[in-house]
Each structure stands twice: as structure tokens, then as C-alpha cells.
């Protein structure tokens, strides 16, 4: 018990770090991209890189994963790879560079892959909704350490040093986890027609949409263009940074209350609060005529997205075997990294045609018409036991009843 507590605490500031070093930089991100170009659109390249990368990367590293049956050495490369990647961000000095530095950076991030499934695997699969929501509450406390800290690096050594601050935090990450015990490498179980398989599973594949979305809003707005339309209401780095950190903390919150409460009231009326309080976010930011009305919408859309993407990253390993769920977590990924990718590239070609307010306005209404016909989706099929009696499974607790007694 000892070794497995040390284990964990290990294993938990490593992702601590991970995310610091991942997020350090990001609230002033897209200004720091202005000074290399003048279009909005050339801003979106650069930023839909990181998601480019994750959505290519992740589902090949969740397979690779479960074949080797390891881990932990995915996640020592990633781990250099973040420190990497700021660097040559804070470094570069043209367009090429920042590209081929967030890209390094998205190639980091299919290291949460693997963490997800290394933390998850040492509890009961019942809980992987609970604990996956723990994990994500410990992810938006490093982003909000980091991104509090964005618009103060800055003020002491300019844009550059939070990157090579975010680089340091990535080597403490990667000295944190050597230590962490892995079990011994199993032969390989999953062939390519169970790996087929697995990813068609409606409870599989269906959150990983819906976290697309929910991931696509994220990044076309708080990770987006939101610090422009900040800077253009007045906002310097500092509340910048503030204004990234109040969106992470109710992020966190959200992570928090969906660990509390899945059990209580059930998945089903997360998502329905998640998927309605997003565009109401989105739609305030857009009206917003000073910085607190930015303050007020980021609120919403952090505590919406904290806990969709936590109800729904939980739900897509459910009701997996252990020995298949780096596959199953690592599509979940990649499909969400999609939303990631597109959010950033497609909300700037459409910011550069109509502004960025009706741009925000349209990417409410368009996200939110998905998201109810995704959560019907889920539900009716969730209610038919569809996709999850095959290879001796059981059948899951439907979504409306998981917060109380199976029937």
C-alpha cells in the first residue's frame, strides 16, 4: 500500500507538471503570434497545429499502447517533448518555427493517453467515470497555476521566458514520473479486428464526438480568439492570463462537481447541463461590452466545459476491458482532438470574414444544435444496450440510471 500511495503521488504531480508546461504560455499565445503576422487566419494555423498533431497522433499511440501493454514509456517522451516544444516556441523568430514548435507541442499531448489509462488502471473499472473526473480536476489545476502565472513571466522577461519556464516544468514532470512502477510488459492481446470493433462501439465513440464539440468551442473562443477581443476591450497580459485562469478554475469546479454528483443524479443531466450552458458562454462573450461581461462568460463556459469533458472521457472507458482501453481512450482522444484542430483554423478563416463577435455567435448556435442531437443519440442508444453485448460484456446501466439503482 505504501508503494502504490507513492505511486500515485507521483504519478499525480507528473501530470501536474505535464500540464503546467503544457499551458504556461498559452493565455497570451495568439497576441505572441501577432507579432509574426497581421491575419487572424495565419493566428488559427499556428494555434490548430497542437490539435492537428493529437488528432493524427493519439489514436495510433492508445493502440501502440495496448499492444506492448506499457505505458510509461509513451509518457517519458512526451515529457521531453512538451519541455521541447516551448522552447522552440520561445525561441523562434518566424512563422516556420511556431508552427513546426506547436506542432512538437501536439505530439507532446498524446501522452495523455497513456496517463489517463496508467491512473485509471489502478482503480475498479465502476469508478473510471470518477476517477477520470478526479484526473481532470488535478489537469485544470495545473492549467490554472500556469496560466496565472502567464501574464506576470511575462512582465518580467517578456513573452519568451513562460516558454522556457514551461520548459523547466516539463523536466521536473519527466524526473517525477521514472519512478513510478509499471506492471511487467504482457504479450500483445488486441488484434486490428478487435481494435475495429472497439472503436465502433456506440459508448465508445459517441463521447468522443461530443467532447470534439465541446473541445471545438473551447478552442475557438478561450484558447482562440477570446485574448484578442479581450485586448481590444482594453486587457493587457495580466488580465489575459486572469481571464484564461477564471475559465480553468470553473473548469476545475465543473471536474470536481461531476466526480461528486455522477453517482447522484447521473450522467445524462450533466451532459444536458453541460451542452446548455456552453453556447450561453459563448453568446455573452460575444455581447460583451466591457472585460467584466468577458470575466462573467468565461465562468459559464469553463464550469460547461469541465464537466462535459469529464462525464464524457469517463463514459468512453466504461465499459472497456482494461487490456483495450489505451485504444479506446486514445480514439477518444484523437476524435476529440479534431474539435481542438478545427475550432482554432475554422473560427479564424470565419473571424477574418465577419468579425470576431458574430464569429462567436455562430459557433454557439452550431455547437449546441450537435450537442442535443449527440446527447439524444446517446441516450436512445445507451437505453437499447446497444454495442456494448459483444465479446462477453455486460450490459451497462443506462445513462438516466446511473446516478441511482440499477433497475
Not at 499565445?29 to 493529437?54: C, E, F, K, N
Not at 493587457?236 to 465543473?254: H, R
Amino acid at each position: 500500500m505504501t508503494r502504490r500511495r507513492r505511486d500515485l503521488v507521483l504519478l499525480v504531480l507528473s501530470v501536474l507538471f505535464y500540464w503546467i508546461g503544457l499551458y504556461l504560455y498559452v493565455p497570451t499565445l495568439p497576441t505572441y503570434i501577432q507579432t509574426r503576422t497581421d491575419s487572424l487566419a495565419s493566428v488559427g494555423v499556428v494555434l490548430s497545429m497542437y490539435g492537428l498533431l493529437m488528432g493524427v497522433l493519439r489514436l495510433p499511440v492508445g493502440i501502440a499502447s495496448d499492444r506492448l501493454g506499457r505505458r510509461k514509456p509513451f509518457i517519458v517522451v512526451g515529457m521531453a517533448l512538451v519541455g521541447i516544444g516551448a522552447w522552440a516556441i520561445g525561441s523562434s523568430h518566424s512563422m516556420q518555427g511556431l508552427v513546426w514548435g506547436r506542432a512538437l507541442t501536439g505530439i507532446a499531448a498524446t501522452t495523455w493517453v497513456p496517463m489517463v489509462v496508467l491512473f485509471s488502471g489502478r482503480f475498479a473499472a465502476s469508478e473510471a467515470v470518477r476517477v477520470t473526473a478526479m484526473l481532470t480536476l488535478v489537469l485544470n489545476v495545473g492549467r490554472i497555476l500556469a496560466t496565472s502565472l502567464t501574464g506576470w513571466l511575462n512582465g518580467i522577461g517578456g513573452y519568451p521566458l513562460a516558454f522556457y519556464v514551461a520548459s523547466g516544468a516539463a523536466a521536473v514532470g519527466l524526473l517525477l514520473i521514472l519512478p513510478v512502477r509499471e506492471d511487467t510488459p504482457r504479450a500483445p492481446k488486441i488484434t486490428a479486428r478487435q481494435a475495429i470493433h472497439l472503436i465502433r462501439r456506440s459508448d465508445v465513440l459517441l463521447p468522443a464526438v461530443l467532447s470534439a464539440i465541446n473541445l471545438y468551442a473551447d478552442y475557438a473562443v478561450t484558447f482562440g480568439f477570446m485574448p484578442i477581443l479581450a485586448e481590444h476591450l482594453g486587457a493587457g497580459d495580466a488580465i489575459k492570463s486572469a481571464l484564461v485562469s477564471s475559465n480553468l478554475g470553473m473548469v476545475a469546479a465543473g471536474s470536481l462537481c461531476a466526480a461528486l454528483l455522477v453517482r447522484r443524479i447521473g450522467a445524462r443531466s450533466i451532459l444536458w447541463t453541460s451542452i446548455t450552458l456552453l453556447p450561453i458562454g459563448m453568446i455573452l462573450a460575444a455581447g460583451a461590452p466591457s472585460l467584466p461581461w468577458l470575466f462573467v462568460s468565461q465562468l459559464c463556459f469553463g464550469f460547461a466545459a469541465g464537466t462535459g469533458y469529464s462525464v464524457c472521457m469517463g463514459m468512453s472507458i466504461q465499459y472497456v476491458d482494461q487490456k483495450d482501453r489505451a485504444t479506446a481512450m486514445g480514439l477518444h482522444q484523437a476524435v476529440y482532438a479534431s474539435g481542438m484542430f478545427a475550432g482554432p483554423w475554422a473560427s479564424g478563416l470565419i473571424a477574418d470574414a465577419i468579425g470576431i463577435r458574430p464569429m462567436f455567435v455562430l459557433t454557439a448556435f452550431a455547437c449546441f444544435i450537435a450537442s442535443v442531437a449527440l446527447v439524444r443519440t446517446l441516450v436512445r442508444h445507451s437505453l437499447h444496450g446497444a454495442s456494448w453485448r459483444s465479446q462477453g460484456e455486460s450490459e451497462p446501466v443506462p445513462i438516466r440510471q446511473q446516478g441511482g439503482r440499477r433497475p
